[in-house]
């Protein structure tokens, strides 16, 4: 294997289906595939298998992402993205699969590629409570940033005008 490759190991729990893989050299995510057909109403939702399974080294996690091309052909994406796949997890990954169009039902077919699997080094972290920190006034004095409390549109409208704004 060369340097700086990590090696995942991986189950195929069902043998009709690819092998995660990258559809060109230097992506950074393997294609996963629906394990079944599934067809989805519009805002309908369903658990879909991959039939994989993976054992990621410790201090690695793997997150399920969407695949930008189902989302903008058919509106179709993953509601808890990304899913988070645990270094100790066992189960087959599996992919919750939502159906964005506001009309059109869509039906995906088992081997379509839904989602893309990327793994990606994390930190262990210990989460230590600051004593004597108990408001966020007390925080901008004990470690102050140019940000500060700032989020959420602090800096400026987006830009994008709503229907009804237009002048
Ligand atoms: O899209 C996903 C997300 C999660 N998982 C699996 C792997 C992950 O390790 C496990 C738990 O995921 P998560 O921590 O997001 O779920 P939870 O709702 O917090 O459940 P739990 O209480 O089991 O941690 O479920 C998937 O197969 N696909």
Redesign the pocket.
């Known amino acids: 294997m060369s340097e700086g490759v990590v090696q995942v190991d991986l189950v195929r729990l069902d043998a009709g289906l690819p092998v995660p893989s990258r559809a060109r050299p230097g992506d950074a995510g393997a294609d996963l595939s629906a394990t079944r057909d599934v067809t989805l109403a519009p805002g309908e939702r369903v658990l879909v298998g991959t039939g994989v399974a993976v054992v990621l080294p410790a201090g690695y996690a793997a997150f399920?992402m969407p695949r930008s091309g189902l989302a903008v052909r058919e509106g179709v994406g993953?509601l808890?993205s990304p899913?988070?796949?645990?270094a100790g997890?066992r189960?087959?990954?599996?992919?919750?699969l939502v159906n964005h169009d506001p009309s059109r039902t869509v039906t995906i077919r088992r081997g379509d590629r839904v989602a893309q699997l990327v793994v990606q080094k994390v930190e262990e972290t210990v989460f230590r409570v600051l004593e004597g920190v108990e408001d966020l006034e007390t925080l901008a004095a004990v470690a102050p940033t140019a940000r500060g409390a700032g989020g959420f549109g602090s800096t400026g409208a987006s830009g994008v005008v709503t229907e009804g704004e237009q002048s």
Request: charged share 15%.
């Open positions: 399920v993953l808890n899913g988070t796949i645990d997890y189960g087959e990954i599996q992919v919750c």
